[in-house]
């Protein structure tokens, strides 16, 4: 019985894949692989592309996520060093740095294990660091120390993560939320309200001292003005004196003639700018205005 060619053909290509399947693997862009030997890590890490190995059970492959994880730990309650709970939930970045090393740590279950191990580290560490800073670094109105914290978290982290050799490596770690226990919130409120009333306290006596400043600096001035002002009247005052002590004796030759002057200047000073005015013809000086009164003053 003769054989189709197609079924050859089909048969030769299944058995191609299944052959290349099994003794090829293909890792991609983002991942790295062990390949083990009887359970055991053989040979150093192969990064993307085709590779070879020998069917299972002799050689099984682990692949590993190369890119950072982002991790996202619970809401933590822990104690500050002025003895006062507050809750913090963290997150944080990391990536296997050693896929090796990574896989002698947590084995099979490597991604779950290891992921597992750095909660527990963190909230470890978050415990310590918070119990090194009192509850202002966290909560208050002249500003926090985040930056501080994070950094002493994550420097905290390195250390552990690189003395036990997890082949893990910490990225960045932050602070997500932060909450206050039911039982301190009372407590933290008030203190807020303490602080804003110093700073209220401090601000108003600033304002005042400088209000007062300014109002001695206002008088100061007044009181200059009012001297410089005071000195020159009596300049003036001096000089209309001496003036008048200059003109006396030329009055006292003519006196009737001076007098006359004296009654025309005041005339012409009250009849300017179309000036209408009502008056007694003998009121002075206006009694100049009558017909003769310079005539007779010119006789004498």
């Not at 190995?53 to 692949?63: A, E």
Request: charged share 25%; no cysteine.
């Amino acid at each position: 019985m003769n054989k189709n060619p197609v079924s050859i053909i089909i048969g030769v290509v299944l058995l191609a894949v299944f052959i290349v399947l099994l003794f090829v693997f293909q890792v991609r862009q983002s991942e790295v692989a062990i390949v083990t030997t009887f359970s055991k890590p053989s040979g150093t890490t192969l990064g993307p592309g085709p590779h070879g190995r020998l069917p299972w059970p002799i050689q099984k492959v682990y692949k590993f996520d190369q890119r950072v994880q982002a991790y996202e730990g619970k809401l933590i309650e822990s104690q500050t060093s002025d003895k006062n709970n507050l809750d913090i939930q963290l997150y944080a970045g990391w990536h296997i740095s050693d896929p090796t090393q990574y896989f002698l740590k947590f084995g099979d279950s490597a991604p779950e294990k290891g992921e597992a191990r750095l909660s527990e580290m963190l909230q470890s560490v978050q415990k310590a660091v918070e119990g090194k800073h009192p509850m202002s670094d966290f909560v208050s109105t002249g500003g926090t120390k985040f930056d501080e914290i994070e950094h002493q978290i994550l420097v905290t982290l390195q250390e552990q993560l690189k003395a036990n050799n997890y082949g893990m490596e910490i990225q960045f770690v932050g602070i997500k939320k932060l909450g206050l226990p039911e039982g301190v919130t009372t407590s933290v409120f008030d203190r807020m309200k303490s602080e804003r009333a110093v700073l209220s306290s401090d601000y108003e006596f600033k304002g005042q001292s400088e209000a007062d400043k300014i109002r001695a600096k206002a008088n100061t001035d007044a009181a200059k003005r009012l001297s410089d002002a005071e000195k020159q009247a009596n300049l003036i005052r001096i000089e209309a004196q001496k003036a008048i002590t200059d003109t006396y004796p030329i009055f006292q030759q003519a006196p009737e003639l001076a007098n006359f002057l004296l009654r025309l200047d005041a005339l012409e000073a009250s009849a300017k700018d179309r000036t209408t005015l009502i008056f007694d013809g003998n009121t002075a000086p206006f009694d100049l205005l009558r017909g003769g009164s310079i005539t007779n003053l010119l006789k004498k």
